[in-house]
């Protein structure tokens, strides 16, 4: 019986910590009052190619989610800039080009090829060929065999 | 016809696992270590300021355009808002860059003009002009991601230095002489 009250000490403590936990900051951000941050665009096929983009950017804040993800105001604020220009007719290529012109490769998630990473997309190529190279010695050696 | 010769590994390579394993456990840890800066940082240093024209945040201050910075002398623009906590540290320092001559403009993202007004009634008001950046448009066509940043833009509008975070007290020489050189 001596255990209980540690018990009960416990629980209360943690539900103190959690009561704490979910007091909200003091400093709140005020959200954007960017038009297209949480709402679609009303047509279908533009809203998808947005939606598309979007998943593919970095939020620059919260840096493992893409903007499509976050609820932070900036990459509500990013959400917006995407499907106005979408809407605007442009092309999403071009919003990321715009984007990266900016804040660099780091923003998007897509990978561009760049005088820096060519031999990410080179390797692969080049072991292919090395593989064959290497079987069909083997295949000629099983022949002549 | 000859059956195919079988060559004996050299006495070193049965190390080689052991050597590559090795080799990438370095390379981890290293990265455990030192884990790589993941500050975004504007590529539009040393080029021209994008164009843009803010409305005024506050009913008696002239708001905030490019035009209202490429006025032949160097400027800071201060990128800030009433709810950043380290916007309140680097007050004090605008102040004293301000005292010192130097033309401070700001642009506060996000901001109302009431919490706006609060802030700089408590930490006092360096700001020449101040630009409503209430979407985020203009803080996104800097390559800004966060508050506060200051650029330094000289005369003819050309974007020559980006401060990241905070000014504290021991940035506000580096900053004049980046004033300095952005004058010449």
Known sequence: MTRRPAALSLTALSLAMALWLTVPAAAQEEQTTAPFAYRQLDDPAKEQQAQALMETLRCLQCQGQSIADSDAPIAGSMRSLVRERIAAGEQPEAIRGWLIERYGDYVSYAPQLTSLTWPLFALPVVLIGLAALLLRKRFRRGEAR | ???????????????????????????????????????????????????????????????????????????????????????????????????????????????????????????????????????????LALGSSGVPETYVIDGRGVIRYQHIGEIRPEHVAMILAKLQEASQ
């Open chain 2, 1 to 139: 016809m000859s059956p195919p010769v079988r060559t004996k590994a050299p006495a070193w390579a049965i190390w080689l696992p052991l050597g590559l394993f090795l080799a990438f456990a370095a390379l981890v840890t290293i990265g455990l270590l030192r884990p790589a800066d993941r500050t975004v940082a504007s590529t539009l240093i040393g080029k021209p300021m994008p164009a843009f024209a803010l409305p005024p945040a506050l009913p008696d201050r002239p708001g905030l355009g490019s035009a209202d910075i490429a006025t032949g002398k160097p400027h800071l623009v201060n990128i800030f808002a009433s709810w950043c906590i380290p916007c309140r540290v680097e007050a004090p320092q605008l102040r004293a860059l301000a005292g010192a001559g130097v033309p401070i403009v700001g642009i506060s993202v996000r901001d109302s003009t009431e919490a706006l007004t609060g802030f700089l009634k408590e930490n006092g008001d360096p700001y020449q002009r101040i630009g409503a950046d209430d979407d985020g448009k203009v803080q």
